[in-house]
Every structure is written in structure tokens, then in C-alpha cells.
């Protein structure tokens, strides 16, 4: 694809505890700038398959349930919630801005599919200064994007489960 055909797009690359009302202020301030399109790329933390891997893996609930084994199909199920908690934070923030973003899901090792995803258009890439301490960011720093970091600690919301 030439240069001259490539289509900018903002993309909001948001994880399971970003801050995503910041991540979405700072996307529209550039939206502002210059039309592009908007996506979330919610990237799931591969951190909960690693963990139902391990043997005698237990899930505390919150609701200070009794342990139950946390399986491989529970930890895509706790992927798929946070997700579609991400989805629908963002869903409301595009309602009140008139906006219809796409929405997009990617492991975090997917390094194929991110490389698809981001390598088809010029990209601005905004996303929480803590993910330039995750492996992903070595793969979006090579990639054709634009990285804009927002101020964000970590654990700016507690997660929805408690792993021992």
C-alpha cells in the first residue's frame, strides 16, 4: 500500500487496569488536531493463561467465595469480562462524543496479528506510560506508529480478581 493511499488512525491501546477515561481525553485532543479514525485495541494480559497453567492454581472471588481451580477456560472467561467492561467503558465514552469507534482485542504475545493490525494504516498509538515496561511495546516501537504515553500508574483500578 502506498504511502500516499495509508489512512490515519488513532488507536487507544488499553489493558485491563488503564485508566481509560485519560487514554480516551488524550485520543480526542488528537482526533482534534487532525481527522483520523478511532479504534480501541484492548490487549489482554497474557498473565492469565500463564497463571491457570500452573498446578494447585486456586481463584479467591471477591465475594469471599470458597478457592476454586482457576482452569485455562476460566482464565478466557475473566479475558472475555474484562474486555467487554473495557468495551462498554468505551462505548460511553463514544456515545457522549458522537463517536463509533472500532474495538479490537489482541494477546499480548499475538506479535503476528498486532504487526497486521498496526502495520495496514499510519497509526498514533496512545496508551499508558506503564506499557513501556511490557514486552508489547518493543514490538509498537517497531512498528509504523506514532506512541503517545499517558501518565498512568498500573493498578489504577483493582482488579476483579484476587489470584494467591
Known amino acids: 500500500m502506498a504511502k500516499t493511499e495509508m489512512k490515519l488512525r488513532v488507536v487507544i ?7 481509560v477515561t485519560r487514554l480516551w481525553k488524550a485520543a480526542l485532543q488528537l482526533l482534534r488536531e487532525s481527522p483520523a479514525d478511532l479504534v480501541t485495541l ?8 500463564r497463571v491457570a ?11 469471599g467465595g470458597v478457592p476454586v481451580e482457576f482452569t ?5 472467561q475473566v479475558s472475555k469480562e474484562r474486555a467487554a467492561r473495557v468495551q462498554e467503558v468505551i462505548s460511553e465514552l463514544a456515545a457522549e462524543a458522537n463517536l ?3 474495538f479490537e482485542v489482541l494477546s499480548e504475545s499475538d506479535a503476528e496479528r498486532l504487526r497486521e493490525f498496526i502495520g495496514s494504516h499510519e497509526n498514533i498509538l496512545v496508551a499508558p506510560s506503564f506499557i513501556s515496561t511490557r514486552p508489547i511495546f518493543a514490538m509498537l516501537a517497531e512498528l509504523n506508529c506514532r506512541i503517545e504515553l499517558v501518565e498512568a500508574d498500573e493498578e489504577e483500578e483493582p482488579p476483579a480478581y484476587t489470584l494467591p
Open 13 to 19: 491501546a488499553v489493558t485491563e487496569t488503564t485508566p
Open 42 to 49: 484492548y490487549v489482554e494480559d497474557d498473565r492469565w493463561h
Open 53 to 63: 497453567s500452573l498446578p494447585f492454581t486456586r481463584e479467591i472471588l471477591r465475594s
Open 72 to 76: 485455562r477456560q476460566r482464565a478466557e
Open 100 to 102: 463509533q469507534p472500532a
